[in-house]
């Protein structure tokens, strides 16, 4: 083995399949000074002992992407005659489903997968049991059937990657253990037990030993370890008689999965009594290694597994398996730039890592080497989480992932653990009239308020759900008269200082507003892919204030720093301590005039202006707009004088017949209007022009990405962005639903909902451009059913914008 180098482009930290696939992509794309080091044996932490399930189920289309990616790349390593791997994906693999919900689901991710070329099918119970001879079918309606569903050996797989990427010239160090990161000038010192190396960048791929890596650069990532045991069979006779091997089960209501191992079964239980694993201490010799059986933890779960495959009934278990995995904060991976850190990159979280490893790798590499990858990479970014999102927030989250194992996420589903991590001063007034509460960015933010039934239950589904009346009553009441909201958690930054002009001008794709005005600004990359999307108030010649998603806190940070600021601009986050209130509908000039003595007729107050105002003795920034696309205000605050500024607009408001509303209102509104929202409508794989945002874009001044859109108009668009009228009364269209003309796949939904005022269905997403005109016919695929869909000219509602400007 040679020495350890002092030098080197990235260093990976990690010998799984994480680090094996980042080290190799890495090379793949031409970066041959790359080195891997782990401090035992390769694969000897989780993967080692991993179930080795390699399946195409995702549940958004980067996910299903990624692991069919992972699918094509392991059938190439496998078939390498140097470095054989077994790998088979041949058996198929079934999802079980109980219900209509299910299979409501399972239908949607049939038409959500086509976009990314990958063909599931919903199975019958007859067809299950045709599939599955030793499955008992009682109590199934449906199952989602992968054709090339398989596994493969993780040890191999581990080594199989390490040795392409030494072929393409990078460097595996074993029993070499990372002991300290320092930052540097150019980039990074990674102190070793064997050395050091200078690098430009690093990659924590260290598994359930992130936190042990994390302390040198002071991040904590949102990951924690669970136990997770399974166990092997002794040969099966009822196995033996078949003629074929069995498929893959995934069982969400029993909780276990299941695939043929040889002529037996390996069976992995996933019990609701789960148990942490490594947060007080991990031994340092603890590599290649497993914790004792805990057969007792899973009794539980084996009364209704051996109901489900009775076979079990009277198969002996010859091993058991229980070793620790690693859960992200959501169960999606952590993939990506680790927020606030210089050239540093994350692969952690990878509790599925064996069946999308590959597919994160190649993410990964991208990420690094072009600086955004081929998909859209969001619901990976490490960026997401927030510092509220600690190892005590990750493992509350890790077990209540890992007890729903197999249950997916329903639309506006919220899951209880991790709750209340952030909450506003208004959160006790709001929830004693009734608010439903949903989770962004750590906040707790009204979806809608309860109807006065004391029976009601907020029952998320892929139909229209217990709440679609209700949100359908808030958003009339906000268009017919006035409503409030609370949109807290709001992403702001006051930037200010010599010079912030100018360097914003550079960022951002449009026109800098005037003084006292407001406008939306975008940044694309390089390549003139999406980066964000801001609302821009300027407040002085040298001072703005910046307004973006909840969720884009962190990444807008990164974004803004890493934009070079002169050094006499400061920028400061006020996403904590301040908070805001929207006021909208054709009285909301009413309420606000009620509490303020600040005149708000359009010549005092214009559309998209902003003015500070006093209500109720506190200062407060006002700014004239509404993304319901009514008249409106946002009112912004420091959040200690929420309840002070929302009892004195409810005071005023009252007497007026104004509604409290949510975020599924003002969501309906804002389809209506067919509003873009970030990392849904607008996101890097596609430009600000495919968008139609045109407007917002001025191509006479330089900017970031400038050369690229204008390249990107003169060789016209590869997809266009419509709005979309759909015909289907029992279903609003998903993220990800496909889009046809006839029989050719012509596109994908980005955003769905129902229209409450104009009674209608509306999707929106991207199409091939000779399909975009108004009036054009297609269909679309809501959960199963191929409905009838209508281009129609934007804005769908109040086209002339008459509304917010009264």
């Not at 049991?129 to 030793?134: D, G, I, N, W, Y």
């Not at 990074?188 to 791929?205: M, P, Q, Y």
């Not at 909780?255 to 996933?270: A, K, M, P, T």
Request: hydrophobic fraction near 40%.
């Amino acid at each position: 083995m040679s020495s350890l180098p002092d030098r080197a482009q990235v260093v990976v930290i990690g010998g799984g399949v994480g680090g094996a696939s980042t080290f190799y992509h890495l090379t793949e794309h031409g970066w041959t000074d790359v080195v891997l080091v782990e401090r035992d044996e390769l694969a000897s932490g989780s993967t080692w002992h991993a179930a080795g399930q390699v399946t195409q189920f995702g549940a958004v289309q980067t996910m299903v992407g990624l692991k069919k990616y992972s699918v094509e790349l392991y059938t190439r390593l496998a078939a390498d005659p140097e470095a054989p791997i077994t790998y088979r994906r041949d058996d198929g693999g079934i999802r079980l489903g109980y219900d209509q919900s299910d299979l409501d689901g399972y239908r949607h991710f049939v038409g959500m997968a086509k976009g990314m070329g990958v063909d599931f099918e919903v199975l019958g119970p007859s067809e299950m049991a045709e599939a599955h001879p030793l499955l008992d079918i009682t109590g199934l309606t449906c199952g989602l059937w992968d054709p090339v569903d398989g596994d493969i050996d993780p040890t191999g797989l581990v080594n199989g990657l390490c040795k392409a990427g030494r072929r393409n010239g990078g460097q595996v160090f074993r029993h070499t253990e990372v002991i300290g990161l320092e930052s540097t000038a150019e980039g990074w010192l990674v102190r070793t037990n064997k050395g050091d190396i200078e690098c430009e960048s690093f990659v924590n791929a260290g598994g359930y030993r992130v936190h042990q890596i994390g302390k040198f650069y002071g991040l904590e990532s949102a990951v924690s370890s669970m136990e997770h045991q399974y166990f092997l069979t002794e040969e099966l006779p009822e196995l033996e008689a078949l003629d074929r091997r069995v498929p893959l089960i995934r069982d969400p209501g029993d909780d276990f999965y299941s695939r043929q191992e040889h002529n037996g079964l390996l069976v992995g239980i996933y019990e609701q009594g789960c148990k942490t694993w490594g947060r007080n201490h991990i031994p340092n010799d603890f590599a290649g290694k497993l914790e004792p059986p805990d057969l007792d933890r899973i009794a539980d779960n084996m009364e209704r597994v051996m109901k489900r495959l009775p076979v079990l009934e009277t198969a002996g278990i010859s091993s058991v398996i229980n070793g620790p995995i690693a859960y992200s904060g959501d169960g999606v991976p952590i993939v990506g730039k680790l927020p606030g850190v210089r050239n540093g990159y994350a692969m952690l979280g990878i509790r599925a890592g064996i069946g999308e490893g590959g597919g994160l790798g190649k993410v990964l590499a991208e990420i690094i080497v072009d600086g955004e990858s081929e998909w859209d990479s969001w619901c990976l970014d490490p960026r997401r989480f927030t510092q509220y999102a600690d190892e005590s927030y990750a493992s509350a989250k890790a077990v209540e992932e890992y007890q729903r194992e197999f249950v997916f996420h329903r639309p506006d589903e919220h899951r209880p653990a991790g709750r209340k991590a952030k909450c506003t001063p208004l959160y006790d007034v709001l929830a004693a009239k009734g608010a439903e509460f949903g989770a962004l960015n750590g906040w707790e933010r009204v979806l809608y308020f309860h109807p006065v039934e004391n029976d009601f239950q907020h029952v998320p589904e892929f139909r229209f759900s217990t709440f679609h009346h209700q949100v359908g009553a808030e958003a009339r009441a906000v268009r017919d008269n006035v409503g409030i909201v609370e949109i807290s958690g709001f992403t702001r930054f006051e930037v200010e200082g010599s010079g912030a002009d100018e360097w914003f001008d550079h960022l951002m794709a449009g026109r800098l507003p005037a003084i006292g005005r407001s406008a939306l600004a975008y940044v694309s990359d390089e390549q003139g892919r999406f980066r964000s999307e801001f609302t821009m108030l300027r407040l002085a010649e040298d001072r703005f204030w910046l307004f973006s998603a909840a969720l884009a806190e962190w990444h807008d940070l990164d974004l803004l720093n890493e934009a070079d600021p002169p050094a006499s601009v400061t920028i400061t986050n006020l996403s904590d301590t301040h908070n805001a209130l929207m006021v909208a509908g054709p009285r909301s000039r009413d309420v606000l005039g009620s509490v303020t003595d600040h005149p708000l007729d359009n010549k005092s107050f214009p559309w998209l202006s902003t003015r500070e105002i006093n209500i109720g003795g506190l200062m407060v920034r006002a700014l004239r707009l509404s993304f319901t696309g009514e008249l409106g205000w946002e009112l912004h605050f420091p959040i200690q004088h929420s309840v002070a500024v929302y009892e004195a607009l409810w005071a005023a408001g009252e007497p007026l017949g104004m509604v409290n509303f949510g975020l599924l209102a003002t969501e309906s509104m804002r389809m209506e209007k067919n509003y873009r929202v970030w990392k849904h409508d607008i996101h890097t794989e596609f430009t600000v022009l495919e968008a139609g945002l045109d407007r917002f874009v001025d191509l006479n001044k330089d900017f970031r990405g400038r050369d690229a859109i204008i390249a990107q108009r003169e060789a016209g668009d590869r997809r266009r962005f419509v709005a979309i009228e759909v015909a289907n009364d029992e279903a609003a269209a998903h993220t990800g639903d496909p889009i046809w003309a006839g029989d050719h796949l012509i596109g994908v939904v980005t955003s769905g909902g129902y229209g409450h005022t104009m009674n209608t269905n509306i999707a929106m997403g991207y199409v091939v451009p000779e399909y975009a005109e108004p009036g054009t016919e297609l269909a679309i695929d809501v959960i199963g059913v191929r409905s009838p869909a209508v281009v129609r000219a934007e804005p769908m509602f109040d086209p002339a914008h008459e509304r917010p400007r009264a």
